[in-house]
């Protein structure tokens, strides 16, 4: 295959990962924040056959994106156990290595299924008056004596109604496509594992197929190596050469690197958010409101600081959401 129409495809590939990924979050957040200036714009970008489909997906429980987030999982493992193991076996890289991201992605699976699977903290008429206990009113962003319009519960401060779910979340942080639920009260914690460990997976796999191909290209002295063009003249190997031809040796573990790449850093960059919200003691939701209306009303300083009680008794109320409210009371 000619290495630009190959190269094309590669990019287009990556280009629409990022807007899917992209698209995705701006949902979740303007879920929160209401004010969707992110829908509005994306109102104007997709043709309308696809604005239909995307709304279907995303605004009822819809295992879409469950089935996707396999099918992404075992296309990556499936190239891995396919072409990289053992390539890397033959040059005999650590096994250590080798195995790190299977046990990794057992991980993940386990807390991806324990996301999508756990309560997140739905309210019910049973649940509902021990619910209000936990958290205090502030009066900012969180009123008392006020009822959910549509499920005609008292609001628990903190809580949020998902319209997607169709119900009111303790402690909500925002509704999840990837695992086709809210992120609440009680699988926070499972949500924070997952993503680190998704992110971990993603690094062992890109680590493992970057050490591969620097082997090869040590072991190929290509480095050193010199090629002569048309007219004759002698060339060193440039860099940008050398990654061509690896692109057209092993085009589909490059393709599975770059994309693993670009995972990282999203990945990592959104792990590290959900980490600081979780030893601040803020939710998702809680920040976009803070954002959205702290001009002039102080609110942001508030909330930035108001409610942490330090590190370790945040961290501990999303580690232990029950025996947290009973020792607490
Ligand atoms: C977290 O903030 C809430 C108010 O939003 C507060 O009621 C709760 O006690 C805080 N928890 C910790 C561990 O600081
Ligand atoms: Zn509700
Ligand atoms: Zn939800």
Redesign the pocket.
Known sequence: MDFLWLFTMYVVFLLVCVSVFCLLSGRSMSNSNRISNYAEMVSHVLPAWLQRYYHRALQTRSRAFVILHLILDALVFAEYSWEVFGYCWELELKWLYIFLPYALITINLYYFYLCCVTDPGTLTRQNEVSYMQV??Y?DIMFHRDRRCPTCQLLKP??SKHCSVCKGCVQRFDHHCVWVNNCVGAFNIRYFLFYLLSLTLAAVSVAGVITAFLLQVVLLSHMMTAAYIDVEGHEHLMSIAFIIQHLFLTFPRMVFTLGFLLILVLLLGGYSCFVLHLCLT?QTTN?WCKARSHSSGTGLLSKSAKG???GRV??M??IFQPHTYYKKDR
């Open positions: 958290y205090d502030d401060a903190r003691n809680e409610y942490s009680r008794e945040n501990r109320e």
